[in-house]
């Protein structure tokens, strides 16, 4: 049995109300994806499925961990995810999916949901992800040169505004006498 085996929804004599389904993610889960860039992770997700006459509600709810890497550090830790996402799936004479909403035939036996899973918790991960949002601490060593690192940026910017004398000032007297301009137009 695959990994994503557990995630088909049997849809063909499913009554029509609400049913609630349970998964269980780990590494072999995330193996299934070409290139993801989770490799390890524990969550549980919970899907309530609404059936209904001319569509499906699917509300997931995922909760656990994601290994990743800091941002600021390097180092991995794990980063917890506790999300909401809702997928709506409706009946078409084709297949497709957009935004929020996949199309499906009417006689589709089975759905798999492992996909949208997989989407949602890339999407649930912030943009950038620190040990602040976990367990543990920053690698002290790499905060060090990481500081080092920022320090010397710093200089160089100092030294190169040193060199070139800059007057805020008289730029905005200059963009006032354009506007001046502008409205005499
Ligand atoms: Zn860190």
Redesign the pocket.
């Known amino acids: 049995m695959n990994a994503l085996t557990p995630f088909n929804l049997p849809l063909s004599g499913m009554s029509q109300g609400l049913h609630e389904f349970r998964f269980q993610i780990d590494r072999d889960f995330f193996a299934c994806f070409d290139a993801s860039p989770i490799a390890v992770g524990e969550l549980a997700v919970e899907l309530w499925c609404d059936k209904r006459p001319d569509m499906l509600v699917l509300a997931f709810h995922l909760k656990g961990t994601v290994r990743t890497a ?1 941002n ?2 390097l ?1 991995e ?1 794990d980063l917890p995810l506790d999300a909401h996402h809702q997928l709506l799936v409706k009946y078409d004479i084709e297949e497709r999916d957009e935004a929020e909403v996949v199309y499906i035939l009417r006689d589709t036996p089975r759905l798999n949901v492992a996909k949208f899973v997989y989407e949602f918790i890339l999407i649930s991960m912030p943009m950038i992800a ?2 602040d949002h976990g367990e543990g ?3 002290p060593e790499m905060l060090k040169y990481i500081t080092s690192e920022e320090e010397w940026e710093a200089q160089q910017r100092a030294q190169v505004q040193q060199q070139k004398p800059r007057d805020d000032r008289n730029d905005d007297h200059l963009w006032d006498q354009l506007k001046d301009l502008i409205k005499d137009i």
């Open positions: 800091c600021r550090c180092g830790f620190t040990h601490t920053c690698d």
